[in-house]
């Protein structure tokens, strides 16, 4: 991945201007319009044999997440569309569009649509932009003293992809999530005004808390015991340091990671009711980094942290010798 | 191309936010900016064998063509680059994407990298993004009465694609256009505020045209004999009917086609010094649609008016017969 790093580096010396946000932030901001853009590719980012109706579904949510972390309202999208010859399939897919872009609220107000040669992976791709709220919380706006608190539970869909992956006929809860993840909206607007910092977990949390820490300029302390399982997925993987690893680096969970000043109690903000919230751990004064515990004692990091797969996003992992 | 135009008319039905302009705009305007998105893939929008800096060059001009047929003045641009694993190749479209973003003032403010299967065809996005006037011309605010200006040459890149199809090797005049068109800034914004209709001539004059006059709900005349050629087209292809006939359909030309009110003299708006504007025909009351004349006389269309291969834009010719 120094590749990846080697171009978000030079773009980053390239894109000065302060909507860039230096490109560390997953979106952009303009005139209060938060813009992100998100391109999926079969075979990369979703399976030939997933429906293509919530490959759909998919291509939105994962915009919709980078906004709501930070905080905004769904307020258009503009999508690209690969036009292979299955008539069928593309039909299905905009269904799918159609029923996240009702779901939340999102208005299709543009895009593009273009052929692709013959047996070419279809990729898609959606720019969506939302409004911007008073603050817009930077995933490096973290502070030493902040505790860490996330939005939604881990590992369903890695979970969900594993058994798809196995068998493609797989179905139940888990696969649903990896096929139709639910972006955190009005939990995201709820935090935005009170978070220092804020991002969605989609690559993984201990790589994505890594992304944090360092845009911080902090030492984030991650207590493995804390993190928030569904109960499909304990079914499934159980509930032991090894599914919890597995939870904590598998990717695609479109939670939100907040730093909040320590004295805030979320369950006095604003949230939907079913919101699944639970605090994880900290930010602290020193190297900037990630550490974990369990059990109250310090454990060792796993190799992988998570999916360095996508996003003009900082990639510290790849400094790691 | 009747799928592409059930898919456009599908979406079309949901696109209903008026920021979408009926999705027959080529733009989304949201909060006085202009928002457009346009993808090219290898093998369909570039070759293979074109320089890598040269396809970045392009993707962001035919975005910023988009740009100035609105009159817009560009803010920000985000990019989708897929990464296939050849370094040199990335490094060189960033070249190109840099020097375009700088030419024409662009700031990239955000995008997405994503890795490809291999051996899969590059799938290159950019969503630009640019600052309203107090007026912009929607392609279908052509009335009857108007006079119809050209601005820039028609036929240099289909001629040089057709250098580059016999002979990669191919170089020169021609084969620059193609490559590396150059947007037509400066001259949409003198055009915006006094066109009651305006649109970048991407898919062929006569498709484009057409497109025009069914948003309009007029009847285009074209002049065959006043559509401006440039000395290398004549060169290379000679002046002739059948050459202008390969002009008017070749497309990928980012031109801007503005219908005027009969009273207005470009030549006293603040155009370039250096602009080619021609007066090619007229709107006129009607059956919609496009009729073409030469040394006076109608002539018959051609079969094929130009391309219809991207864009969420009308595609009127597949309703003809």
């Keep these: 991945m120094a590749r990846e790093r080697d171009i978000l580096d030079r773009l980053r010396r390239f894109a ?41 579904w998919k291509l939105v949510a994962v915009n919709l997440s980078d906004l709501a972390a930070k905080g905004a ?16 399939w593309e039909a299905d897919f905009l269904t799918g569009i159609e029923a996240a872009c009702e779901s939340y609220a999102l208005p299709l107000i543009g895009g593009d649509t273009i052929a692709l040669p013959q047996g070419a992976p279809r990729v898609l ?28 539970t881990l590992g369903d869909s890695a979970a969900g992809l594993a058994l798809l992956r196995d068998d ?5 809860p888990l696969v649903d999530v990896f096929r139709r993840p639910i972006p955190q909206l009005e ?22 808390a890594s992304r944090m820490a360092e845009a911080s300029g902090c030492a984030a302390l991650i207590d493995l015991d804390a ?18 690893l597995f939870a904590a680096t598998g990717g695609d969970d479109y939670a939100l990671l907040a730093a909040l000043a320590p004295e805030i109690d979320p369950s006095t903000l604003s949230l939907p009711s079913e919101t699944t919230i639970a605090r994880i751990g900290s930010l602290n004064a020193g190297e900037p980094g990630i550490r974990l515990v369990s059990g109250g004692q310090p454990i060792e990091l796993p190799e992988i942290l998570g999916h360095e797969h996508h996003g003009l996003s900082a990639a510290p992992m790849a400094d790691r010798p």
């Design 187 to 208: 939990a995201g607007r709820a935090l935005a005004p009170h978070a220092h910092g804020m991002m969605d977990v989609s690559d993984g949390l201990l790589l994505d």
């Design 16 to 56: 000065t201007d302060p909507a860039a946000r230096e490109l560390s932030d997953d979106v952009a901001l303009l005139d209060g319009l938060i813009i992100t853009h998100d391109t999926i590719a079969e075979g990369v980012h979703f399976l030939s044999s997933d429906p293509a109706a919530s490959v759909g």
């Design 125 to 152: 791709g959606l720019t969506a932009i939302g409004r911007a709220g008073a603050h817009v919380p930077h995933r490096g706006g973290g502070q030493p003293g902040d505790t860490l608190w996330l939005v939604g």
């Design 168 to 172: 493609p006929r797989s179905a139940g």
């Design 227 to 244: 993190l928030p399982l569904s109960p499909a997925f304990i079914d499934a993987r159980g509930d032991s340091r090894g599914s919890r």
């Design 73 to 88: 309202t769904p307020r258009g999208a503009l999508l690209s569309l690969t036009i292979t010859g299955d008539d069928q």
